[in-house]
């Protein structure tokens, strides 16, 4: 069992950066591959990032791709999404979630924790 905090959303103008982090306890952190997710409203939720257990492998949406960064820090079991150059497309509540098993997955149905989401607003 993982559960997961996700902070540092806010309310940012288009060009701005933002740090979130997901805060992870009750398992064994570094086993678990790690992804972001967004969803906006009315629409489905989508993939943005997914790290691998090790942290030597990313992935990224290609809408996010150069923009956005995600790594980890199995030291502190926290996984964390630099975004830079925020675009009003950017505004969506931000998922972290944990799968285990996976060197990481673009599949949102691959993971298995899911924590309660930040939100993130970005004004142009």
């Known amino acids: 069992q993982v559960q997961l905090v996700e902070s540092g959303g806010g309310l940012v103008q288009a060009g701005d950066s933002l740090r979130l982090s997901c805060a992870a306890s009750g398992s064994t952190f570094s086993s678990y591959a790690m992804g972001w997710f967004r969803q906006a409203p009315g629409k489905e939720r989508e993939f943005v990032a997914a790290i691998s257990w090790s942290g030597s492998r990313t992935y990224y949406a290609d809408s996010v791709k150069g923009r956005f960064t995600i790594s980890r820090d199995n030291a502190k079991n926290t996984v964390y999404l630099q975004m830079n150059r925020l675009k009003p497309a950017d505004t969506a509540v931000y998922y972290c979630?944990?799968?285990?098993?996976?060197?990481?997955?673009?599949?949102?149905?691959?993971?298995?924790?899911w924590g309660q989401g930040t939100q993130v607003t970005v004004s142009s």
């Open positions: 979630a944990a799968a285990q098993g996976l060197e990481g997955s673009s599949n949102r149905y691959h993971y298995d924790y």
